[in-house]
């Protein structure tokens, strides 16, 4: 299946409206989208939580910790 909002590559799209609600659960802060890696990124965290066909999973023990200077 492809999807022509994306070039058509097959990354599901998220709803911009969701994005813009959206909070880390643990620090309750805005989170960034990552449209390549398909996550949402929380710096107050440390965390990047997972989108999985166009669902973010946003329970922490799912999350990938980040290292700031990597993404510098």
Known sequence: ???????????PRV???LL????CP?????LEY??????LISRAS??????RDGIPIML???A??????AKS
Do not use: F
């Not at 299946?1 to 990354?11: A, E, F, I, L």
């Not at 990938?64 to 200077?69: A, C, E, L, T, Y």
């Open 34 to 39: 990552d449209e390549e890696r398909q996550e």
């Open 20 to 23: 813009e609600i959206l909070v």
């Open 26 to 30: 643990l620090s309750k802060t805005v």
């Open 60 to 62: 922490p023990d799912e």
């Open 46 to 51: 440390g965390l990047a939580y997972p989108i």
């Open 15 to 17: 709803d911009p409206k």
């Open 1 to 11: 299946m492809t999807n022509p909002t994306t070039g058509g590559k097959s990354k």
């Open 64 to 69: 990938r910790v980040i290292d700031d200077d």
